[in-house]
Antibody, heavy 113, light 110 residues
Framework: DVQLVESGGGLVQPGGSLRLSCVGS????????MNWVRQAPGKGLEWLSY????????YYADSVKGRFTVSRDNAKNSLYLQMNSLRGDDTAVYYC??????WGKGTTVTVSS | QSVLTQPPSVSAAPGQMVTISCSGS????????LSWYQQLPGTSPKLLIY???KRASGIPERFSGSKSGTSATLAITGLQTGDDADYYC???????????FGGGTKLTVL
């Protein structure tokens, strides 16, 4: 079965940093582009970042550009999201998605003092 | 405010049919493939429809998608209480180089 498992969420103070990870299994990770999407409490889905299979093409939503950095390690079947300068409105469940077809269960990030 | 527009809520009785609309523009819905997602309470989104009208693996024929111009529609027939969920449309925007989601539609099966 195709599976994505996110980790790295937690409680962080405003201005702090966090690194999220997503490990894929059950599919050829190197063949797929990947995305990060988040969902604030009680809100809809917000796309954050896209990374192509080779990492050659990367896009970010305006809301995180300059603060978040996406990367991947195909040898480890892993996707990452480095989040810096975190703010209260970054509080959300963060999902990784294989292209936009298969989603993980998410990891929760809470930004609060 | 989302670039893709969906009704905030729809409702219907069990066994009936409901449609959910998704409206965009030429740079997204009008020129890119559209997907639909179902999010049951407390769970992650699940792909229902991709490439405008193709059902994802394991999705029953009760779910169907269509697209015309800059609008798309998700239709669900034979409603069941288990269909109570939030539904999102999503597509790439070639001008923004960004993936867009609709604001989501809460389906209530009365």
């Amino acid at each position: 079965d195709v599976q994505l498992v996110e980790s790295g969420g937690g409680l962080v103070q405003p201005g702090g940093s966090l690194r999220l990870s997503c490990v894929g299994s059950g599919f050829s990770f190197i063949s797929y582009s990947m995305n990060w999407v988040r969902q604030a409490p009680g809100k809809g889905l917000e796309w954050l970042s896209y990374i192509s299979s080779s990492s050659g093409t990367i896009y970010y939503a305006d809301s995180v550009k300059g603060r978040f950095t996406v990367s991947r390690d195909n040898a480890k079947n892993s996707l990452y999201l480095q989040m810096n300068s975190l703010r209260g409105d970054d509080t959300a469940v963060y999902y990784c998605a294989q292209y936009m077809n298969v989603w993980g269960k998410g990891t929760t990030v809470t930004v609060s003092s | 405010q989302s670039v893709l527009t969906q009704p905030p809520s729809v409702s219907a009785a069990p066994g009936q049919m409901v449609t959910i609309s998704c409206s965009g523009s030429n740079s997204n819905v009008g020129s890119e493939y559209l997907s639909w997602y179902q999010q049951l309470p407390g769970t992650s989104p699940k792909l229902l429809i991709y490439d405008n009208n193709k059902r994802a693996s394991g999705i029953p024929e009760r779910f169907s998608g269509s697209k015309s111009g800059t609008s798309a529609t998700l239709a669900i027939t034979g409603l069941q209480t288990g269909d109570d969920a939030d539904y999102y449309c999503g597509t790439w925007d070639g001008s923004l180089n960004a993936w867009l989601f609709g604001g989501g539609t809460k389906l209530t099966v009365l």
